[in-house]
């Protein structure tokens, strides 16, 4: 395999998990556990920021979902 297709297919899975967990997208880091108020006023923009950032980081962000599920499951 290639360079670019790596790279496309890294893209387009990290994607894919940002589609996937954007309604839980509080599990996969410190900050918030509850939406906004003002994430209801542009959904789509909100959506196409969580999927841009799933795209680049998404085993950094499914490594902190885990540690969430772990730490969060004896509550």
Known sequence: MNLPVA???FT?????FG?????HRHLFSEGH?????GDDADPMQTR?????L?????????LTGLFSWWAKRGR
């Open 7 to 9: 790279v496309a297919l």
């Open 12 to 16: 387009l899975f990290g994607a894919a």
């Open 19 to 23: 589609l996937a967990t954007h309604a």
């Open 33 to 37: 556990t509850r939406r906004s108020a």
């Open 48 to 52: 196409l920021a969580w999927v841009v």
């Open 54 to 62: 799933c795209a680049a980081l998404w085993p950094l962000m499914a």
